[in-house]
């Protein structure tokens, strides 16, 4: 039921470029300094006083959120314009009007009261509570609190010691001779300009001259030595390529609903929506969604329509109205059973379908880009199906349509073969844009938004654009002294403009939040730190503020903090009446009037950068001081407690999976059979030299009391069906590999005798259970060998249970966010090669590829 572009590739790839990477930042937390004793501004206390549990802020780091457009819920009259454009905005706070008379009291009497009181409907606080720390009763936030005083004062003595460095030695110059007119003659050495001048050409020229004559004719030779980050010229300027060339992208390929009782037929297109829906039954998140069925009803009743409606088994035309009287389990039923079909195909079958698909798509899966071999990311055109979209997104469940040839404009060299469109078809047009770093793009239908082809992670693109990333995070740390002090300054400024712009840094830079783009109606209603409003924020006096909003992909922000008395007081009067619900709190302030003002410190400072500044150097803070030693686990939880902290700060919180509790209690069972081992080889010990237990004392044989005589039996089932799985599955394996080979395979009576050591188990622990005795196992089984067993085995234990307090401790926070995303990644190969772990550790092979220029530009002595 696909058109006639489904099956054909779109373009296929190969083609050139280094990409001047755009930055993509944000802004972290850090713990602040103590106040009248009580517990440091900057500090959560959203479980109360902090005795013994950690608190966490969430996750709104989830990727892909869209950039607003206009902002929802305000009053259309309301201006957003520069600061000259206000009649009041340049009077001092003092002169200004006053716009009501409501008693202070009154005031504060609404500012108590938590979003969740005010009528909105959001997660119980227990939904989202963290437990304590597994290795103190004394929270992260207490710990970091105390550290806060001294890694500012490090910020500011490391910003001060790097302005210095950062400021060019003056050249001593010949006296200028003075003219009769009085007025100084500049006298010009021509030889020492000429030298600089023969200084530069020959790094342009050495770089000209590689990119001209190292062109490889398959696109692949000496990859492996080019260093991207070693070469100054790359990633200056806008021109991101000199040549390009690639081959595209495919476009996808693509497939009886009943009603009231009847089975219908409907036109191809429609029912290929129908199984949209149908297909995804399965997530009941989506589809028990009110916003989400209706959103598809309208979409399906309308190509239900425009395809010629649908009739029943006579051929007579059928009304479809109620979306309740639609019965969509026979399409999920079909492709449920195609979803276990291929599940259970043999790994041969499934090998052999990978390689015909890998064959198809090669051609697409790299292009040449300045002559050198590189891979592309998301090289597949979207297929149609129902937008699901991020939180609570009012466009849910709508179709998004399939993506024609028509629609998709190609990116490519203009010397470079333009690759053919699917036959019977044309590209809605064919650019040579050499700013631009994207292969091809389209629009597609929900929000309007362009959709783009991109060189994959690991690219030399991708990777520049992480490292300026980092790079510029670093540039802050010689400007964060003098920003700190000024806003800290301008808590009190008399230009009501001027305190909205220093409050609203210093929760940025305080508390992690997002700068907050402008929203559209058609968008889910999520909000940052300059689209925050009056209903957002609860004060608690003295000094205590609760934030309650939807963050970043409609993940609930929700704390209470400790602020300076004087961001308090403005707060208070940012939300003076007659502002009420639906009214913004920085009403003086857009996020581009305040990355505007942020620009006046560096070049490029945005509110994003800080957060990548403090996670970083918050990290390095901490790893400075790491003394990480034992086993190569403790070292990795070593370095995990630290990314934790940083996490934690910078509001990296996640929902905890509906899996995990399964997931705890699978890792509990497991090292409670490993504890079972043990106490089976302790047993056989005492076959052997049953004197032992007067040496070693009963208590060293005594089975550990949660180890009971039932969960014993059923562990013992366990292990014998565990058994049993492994040897059907390596006996199919077997006859595979024969087959594969053109030898006989196997007949069944060699698995039924392989399936005898599972009747011997069994016959085994029946024996061990009635007799309450275990017998020594194996070849010339000694007391030593089953003491080294036992060691082994406790290193396992331990390592497992490192592992299982490190997966809880982390179920609420998003770890990867903060190490991927907002740390920078040569602080993790300073750790790798500092305490000697591999960094396999902490890098999948796909991350040790898109950070391959952090591992092998850094040693151990390097520091953000």
């Given at each position: 039921?696909?058109?006639?572009?489904?099956?054909?590739?779109?373009?296929?790839?190969?083609?050139?470029?280094?990409?001047?990477?755009?930055?993509?930042?944000?802004?972290?937390?850090?713990?602040?300094?103590?106040?009248?004793?009580?517990?440091?501004?900057?500090?959560?206390?959203?479980?109360?006083?902090?005795?013994?549990?950690?608190?966490?802020?969430?996750?709104?780091?989830?990727?892909?959120?869209?950039?607003?457009?206009?902002?929802?819920?305000?009053?259309?009259?309301?201006?957003?314009?520069?600061?000259?454009?206000?009649?009041?905005?340049?009077?001092?706070?003092?002169?200004?009007?006053?716009t009501?008379?409501?008693k202070?009291?009154?005031?504060?009497?609404?500012?108590?009261?938590?979003?969740?009181?005010?009528?909105?409907?959001?997660?119980?606080?227990?939904?989202?509570?963290?437990?304590?720390?597994?290795?103190?009763?004394?929270?992260?936030?207490?710990?970091?609190?105390?550290?806060k005083?001294?890694?500012?004062?490090?910020a500011?003595?490391?910003?001060?010691?790097?302005?210095?460095?950062?400021v060019?030695?003056?050249?001593?110059?010949?006296?200028?001779?003075?003219?009769?007119?009085?007025?100084?003659?500049?006298?010009?050495?021509?030889?020492?300009?000429?030298?600089?001048?023969?200084?530069?050409?020959?790094?342009a020229?050495?770089?000209?001259?590689?990119?001209?004559?190292?062109?490889?004719?398959?696109?692949?030779?000496?990859?492996?030595?080019?260093?991207?980050w070693?070469?100054?010229?790359?990633?200056?300027?806008?021109?991101?390529?000199?040549?390009?060339?690639?081959?595209?992208?495919?476009?996808?390929?693509?497939?009886?609903?009943?009603?009231?009782?009847t089975?219908?037929?409907?036109?191809?297109?429609?029912?290929?929506?129908?199984?949209?829906?149908?297909?995804?039954?399965?997530?009941?998140?989506?589809?028990?969604?009110?916003?989400?069925?209706?959103?598809?009803?309208?979409?399906?009743?309308?190509?239900?329509?425009?395809?010629?409606?649908?009739?029943?088994?006579?051929?007579?035309?059928?009304?479809?109205?109620?979306?309740?009287?639609?019965?969509?389990?026979?399409?999920?039923?079909?492709?449920?059973?195609?979803?276990?079909?291929?599940?259970?195909q043999?790994?041969?079958?499934?090998?052999?379908?990978?390689?015909?698909?890998?064959?198809?798509?090669?051609?697409?899966q790299?292009?040449?880009?300045?002559?050198?071999?590189?891979?592309?990311?998301?090289?597949?055109v979207?297929?149609?199906?129902?937008?699901?979209?991020?939180?609570?997104?009012?466009?849910?469940?709508?179709?998004k349509?399939?993506?024609?040839?028509?629609?998709?404009?190609?990116?490519?060299?203009?010397?470079?073969?333009?690759?053919?469109?699917?036959?019977?078809?044309?590209?809605?047009?064919?650019?040579?844009?050499?700013?631009?770093?994207?292969l091809?793009?389209?629009?597609?239908?929900?929000?309007?938004?362009?959709?783009?082809?991109?060189?994959?992670?690991?690219s030399?693109?991708?990777?520049?654009?992480?490292?300026k990333?980092?790079?510029?995070?670093?540039?802050?740390?010689?400007?964060?002294?003098?920003?700190?002090?000024?806003?800290?300054?301008?808590?009190?400024?008399?230009?009501?403009?001027?305190?909205?712009?220093?409050?609203?840094?210093?929760?940025?830079?305080?508390?992690?939040?997002?700068?907050g783009?402008?929203?559209g109606?058609?968008?889910?209603?999520?909000?940052?730190?300059?689209?925050?409003?009056?209903?957002?924020?609860?004060?608690?006096?003295?000094?205590?503020?609760?934030?309650?909003?939807?963050?970043?992909?409609?993940?609930r922000?929700?704390?209470?903090?400790?602020?300076?008395?004087?961001?308090?007081?403005?707060?208070?009067?940012?939300?003076?009446?007659?502002?009420k619900?639906?009214?913004?709190?920085?009403?003086?302030?857009?996020?581009?009037?305040?990355?505007?003002?942020?620009?006046?410190?560096?070049?490029?400072?945005?509110?994003?950068?800080?957060?990548?500044?403090?996670?970083?150097?918050?990290?390095?803070?901490?790893?400075?001081?790491?003394?990480?030693?034992?086993?190569?686990?403790?070292?990795?939880k070593?370095?995990?407690?630290?990314?934790?902290?940083?996490?934690?700060?910078?509001?990296?919180?996640?929902?905890?999976?509906?899996?995990?509790?399964?997931?705890?209690?699978?890792?509990g069972?497991?090292?409670?059979?490993?504890?079972?081992?043990?106490?089976?080889?302790?047993?056989?010990?005492?076959?052997?030299?049953?004197?032992?237990?007067?040496?070693?004392?009963?208590?060293?044989?005594?089975?550990?009391?949660?180890?009971?005589?039932?969960?014993?039996?059923?562990h013992q089932?366990?292990?014998?069906?565990?058994q049993?799985?492994?040897?059907?599955?390596?006996?199919?394996?077997?006859?595979?590999?024969?087959?594969?080979?053109?030898?006989?395979?196997?007949?069944?009576?060699?698995?039924?005798?392989?399936?005898?050591?599972?009747?011997?188990?069994?016959?085994?622990?029946?024996?061990?259970?009635?007799?309450?005795?275990?017998?020594?196992?194996?070849?010339g089984?000694?007391?030593?060998?089953?003491?080294?067993?036992?060691?082994?085995?406790?290193?396992?234990?331990?390592?497992?249970?490192?592992?299982?307090?490190?997966?809880?401790?982390?179920?609420?926070?998003?770890?990867?966010?903060?190490?991927?995303?907002y740390?920078?990644?040569?602080?993790?190969?300073?750790?790798?090669?500092?305490?000697?772990?591999?960094?396999e550790k902490?890098?999948?092979?796909?991350?040790?590829?898109?950070?391959?220029?952090?591992?092998?530009?850094?040693?151990?002595?390097?520091?953000?």
């Amino acid at each position: 039921m696909s058109s006639d572009s489904d099956d054909t590739p779109l373009v296929r790839s190969n083609g050139r470029a280094n990409a001047a990477p755009s930055s993509n930042r944000s802004s972290a937390k850090l713990p602040s300094n103590e106040v009248n004793g009580d517990l440091a501004t900057g500090v959560s206390i959203r479980f109360g006083p902090l005795v013994g549990e950690d608190a966490e802020m969430e996750d709104m780091d989830a990727q892909g959120a869209s950039k607003r457009k206009s902002r929802a819920s305000i009053d259309k009259k309301k201006s957003y314009a520069e600061p000259d454009s206000s009649s009041e905005e340049d009077q001092p706070l003092s002169k200004r009007r006053r716009t009501t008379s409501v008693k202070q009291e009154e005031l504060e009497s609404d500012d108590g009261i938590p979003l969740a009181k005010n009528g909105r409907k959001l997660p119980s606080a227990s939904e989202t509570a963290i437990g304590e720390e597994s290795d103190s009763d004394v929270p992260i936030e207490r710990k970091l609190s105390a550290q806060k005083k001294q890694i500012e004062q490090k910020a500011a003595k490391e910003a001060k010691t790097a302005r210095k460095l950062a400021v060019p030695k003056k050249e001593t110059k010949p006296a200028a001779k003075r003219q009769s007119n009085g007025v100084k003659k500049e006298t010009v050495d021509d030889n020492k300009s000429a030298v600089k001048k023969v200084k530069a050409e020959p790094a342009a020229k050495k770089v000209k001259v590689k990119a001209e004559s190292e062109k490889p004719e398959d696109g692949e030779s000496d990859e492996d030595e080019y260093k991207w980050w070693e070469d100054p010229t790359k990633g200056d300027g806008t021109k991101k390529w000199t040549t390009l060339e690639h081959n595209g992208v495919p476009l996808p390929k693509n497939v009886s609903m009943r009603y009231n009782g009847t089975p219908i037929s409907l036109h191809p297109d429609a029912e290929e929506v129908a199984s949209f829906f149908g297909s995804m039954l399965n997530s009941t998140h989506n589809v028990e969604n009110p916003v989400f069925q209706k959103n598809f009803f309208n979409d399906f009743q309308d190509i239900v329509k425009k395809t010629g409606g649908a009739k029943d088994v006579q051929g007579k035309k059928v009304d479809i109205k109620e979306f309740t009287k639609c019965d969509f389990k026979p399409i999920f039923e079909y492709y449920d059973a195609q979803r276990l079909e291929k599940k259970n195909q043999p790994p041969a079958e499934k090998k052999k379908l990978k390689a015909e698909k890998d064959e198809q798509e090669a051609p697409y899966q790299f292009c040449t880009w300045d002559g050198r071999k590189q891979k592309v990311g998301n090289f597949r055109v979207e297929p149609p199906s129902l937008f699901r979209g991020r939180g609570e997104h009012p466009k849910t469940g709508h179709v998004k349509t399939r993506v024609k040839p028509e629609q998709i404009t190609i990116n490519i060299g203009k010397e470079a073969t333009v690759p053919p469109p699917p036959a019977g078809h044309r590209w809605k047009e064919v650019k040579h844009d050499q700013e631009g770093t994207w292969l091809a793009m389209w629009q597609e239908n929900i929000n309007g938004n362009y959709k783009y082809v991109m060189l994959a992670a690991n690219s030399d693109v991708k990777g520049q654009s992480d490292y300026k990333k980092f790079e510029k995070a670093r540039e802050l740390k010689k400007h964060i002294d003098k920003i700190r002090k000024d806003y800290q300054k301008n808590l009190k400024n008399d230009l009501m403009v001027e305190r909205q712009k220093a409050t609203a840094v210093y929760l940025i830079d305080q508390f992690a939040l997002r700068a907050g783009n402008e929203k559209g109606e058609d968008e889910a209603e999520t909000v940052g730190c300059c689209s925050l409003k009056y209903e957002n924020i609860s004060l608690q006096p003295p000094n205590t503020v609760i934030f309650d909003f939807l963050g970043k992909d409609s993940i609930r922000f929700y704390d209470e903090v400790k602020v300076d008395l004087q961001v308090f007081k403005n707060l208070k009067i940012f939300k003076k009446a007659p502002k009420k619900n639906g009214d913004e709190i920085f009403d003086r302030l857009t996020t581009s009037a305040l990355n505007k003002h942020l620009q006046n410190y560096m070049p490029g400072l945005t509110a994003k950068v800080f957060r990548t500044y403090n996670a970083s150097f918050t990290m390095s803070t901490l790893l400075r001081d790491l003394k990480a030693s034992g086993t190569i686990a403790e070292k990795i939880k070593s370095y995990n407690d630290a990314n934790r902290r940083v996490a934690i700060l910078c509001n990296h919180k996640r929902t905890v999976t509906a899996g995990h509790a399964g997931q705890m209690e699978k890792l509990g069972e497991r090292i409670k059979g490993l504890r079972y081992q043990k106490w089976r080889l302790k047993q056989q010990m005492l076959d052997l030299e049953p004197n032992l237990k007067k040496k070693k004392g009963a208590s060293f044989f005594a089975r550990d009391e949660d180890l009971t005589e039932e969960w014993v039996k059923e562990h013992q089932a366990f292990l014998v069906e565990e058994q049993t799985q492994k040897i059907n599955k390596k006996f199919e394996k077997d006859n595979e590999k024969l087959l594969a080979e053109g030898e006989k395979e196997m007949k069944a009576s060699e698995l039924k005798e392989r399936l005898e050591v599972v009747k011997d188990m069994e016959k085994k622990f029946a024996k061990e259970n009635k007799s309450g005795k275990v017998e020594a196992e194996g070849r010339g089984p000694t007391v030593d060998k089953i003491e080294a067993s036992i060691t082994k085995l406790d290193q396992r234990v331990e390592t497992m249970s490192l592992q299982a307090q490190d997966k809880e401790d982390n179920k609420e926070v998003a770890l990867g966010t903060s190490k991927i995303n907002y740390i920078d990644p040569r602080l993790t190969v300073v750790f790798s090669k500092k305490f000697n772990v591999p960094i396999e550790k902490f890098f999948s092979k796909a991350l040790r590829e898109k950070f391959e220029w952090a591992i092998k530009s850094v040693e151990e002595d390097w520091e953000f």
